[in-house]
């Protein structure tokens, strides 16, 4: 099936710093979607992708959709405690209901 | 919009017990329910998908009379652990979405599950 690597896997990180970090595919996504785990909880989406080359915000984050539509990037500016967690990117595995997700990049923000 | 709930978020039983987890979509019709189980420091590992009204369908490896998937309103999913043993504890989480096709999933808050 389909695989999605994400990097880097861990980020140790002070605080204010901007953060970067990629999802690749050796197969095309139509979509690519930027998910947030807190410990203990559930993802919680932060943005979705439909658009090669297309380039979305949500405050402090951006995601860009790779124009060659095997790879994804999410950045974070000026990094605040509360963005700690774990970072997955997913996409829809064959173009249907099921995603398939990245291992997740697991970010940890030194005061 | 697009709230998931799920219950209980942390269950201890005793081995050869069962437990029922629910998954309720609030605030939208969910005709499509996922769930997931999810190791420490892992990724998520779906279990099983479940259309409502008709019977879930289970990925490779897990089995479907262990792990029982209902999902008989278009706001509710439950997942029965049946006979759960200690290597049954894991982190569950289910995720609903609308329509037909592909949608975005939105998932509950997870089931931390105890088995001692």
């Known amino acids: 099936g389909q695989q999605l690597n994400q990097s880097p896997q861990s980020m140790f990180i002070q605080e204010g710093e901007d953060v970067s970090m990629n999802c690749t595919s050796s197969?095309?996504?139509?979509?690519w979607l930027w998910y947030k785990q807190d410990p203990g909880e559930g993802p919680v989406l932060l943005i979705a992708l439909y658009k090669a080359g297309e380039l979305t915000s949500n405050g402090r984050l951006t995601a860009q959709f790779g124009i060659t539509r095997k790879d994804s990037f999410l950045n974070i500016s000026a990094s605040i405690p509360s963005d700690v967690g774990i970072y997955f990117c997913a996409g829809p595995e064959g173009g249907a209901q099921k995603l398939v997700f990245g291992q997740g990049t697991r970010l940890t923000i030194n005061p | 919009g697009a709230v998931v709930s799920q219950h209980p978020s942390w269950v201890i039983c005793k081995s050869g017990t069962s437990v029922k987890i629910e998954c309720r979509s609030l605030d939208f019709q969910a005709t499509t329910m996922f769930w997931y189980r999810q190791f420490p420091k892992q990724s998520l590992m779906l279990m099983a998908t479940?259309?409502?009204?008709?019977?879930?369908t289970y990925e490779q490896g897990v089995e479907k009379d262990k792990f029982l998937i209902n999902h008989a309103s278009l706001t509710l999913s439950t997942l029965t652990v049946t006979s759960a043993h200690p290597e049954d504890s894991s982190f569950y989480i289910c995720s609903a979405t609308q329509g037909w096709g592909f949608g975005i999933q939105y998932f509950g808050a997870g089931t931390r599950l105890s088995v001692l």
């Open positions: 479940s259309n409502e009204g008709s019977k879930a």
């Open positions: 197969s095309i996504f139509n979509t």
